[in-house]
């Protein structure tokens, strides 16, 4: 069974950076996606990043040129978010994606003050 585990969200001022990790247990197939959603309060989950087994990136709009997504070969991926905004509030899940499953961690908030 694969467990995600996030970490390092907490409170920031407009303008801060945070760094999202997210550490994968289990035996994990590639090829394989990793990445960040998030959802903030009465909206529905979106795409923020994402990283394959090979290393192609994608990312949302609103992120690009602000938030890097990286990875530490299968085991875990990181989310470096700089000039955060008060609108990247909400909470923030770790997505692994491979040809059969899909497997999502707990949530980290996220919390942007203006």
């Known amino acids: 069974q694969v467990q995600l585990v996030e970490s390092g969200g907490g409170l920031v001022q407009a303008g801060g950076s945070l760094r999202l990790s997210c550490a994968a247990s289990g035996i994990i197939f590639s090829p394989n996606t990793m990445g960040w959603y998030r959802q903030a309060p009465g909206k529905q989950r979106e795409l923020v990043a994402t990283?394959?087994?090979?290393?192609?990136t994608n990312y949302a709009d609103s992120v690009k040129g602000r938030f890097a997504i990286s990875r530490d070969n299968a085991k875990a991926v990181f989310l470096q978010m700089n000039s955060l905004k008060p609108e990247d509030t909400a909470v923030y899940y770790c997505n692994l994606r491979t040809m059969i499953n899909n497997y999502w961690g707990q949530g980290t908030q996220v919390t942007v003050s203006s």
């Open positions: 990283i394959t087994s090979g290393g192609s």
